[in-house]
């Protein structure tokens, strides 16, 4: 997943804010879209890129991040 991740990371100009998308890509599975965010979570505490929005639910006993929204700093 920190491949995607990366990937969309850097596609990305600096200061531009980016949805992390869900329809019609691989990250529709949640289990894979909670996977690639917190792959870029770790971005965020390397400074790279900062969250600006996040939404997480419950699925199956575990907390999933279903949402998120991110802002590239480098």
Known sequence: ???FAETLFCTLPV???CVLPRAGT????????DAVARDLQV????GDL???AQQV???GGEPLIR???FR???
């Open 26 to 33: 691989a990250l529709e599975n949640a289990y894979v879209y």
């Open 43 to 46: 971005g965020a505490r390397r």
């Open 15 to 17: 200061g531009a804010t």
């Open 72 to 74: 590239r700093l480098r």
């Open 50 to 52: 900062e969250i600006t």
């Open 67 to 69: 949402h998120l929204e």
């Open 57 to 59: 639910e419950e699925v």
């Open 1 to 3: 997943m920190a491949l």
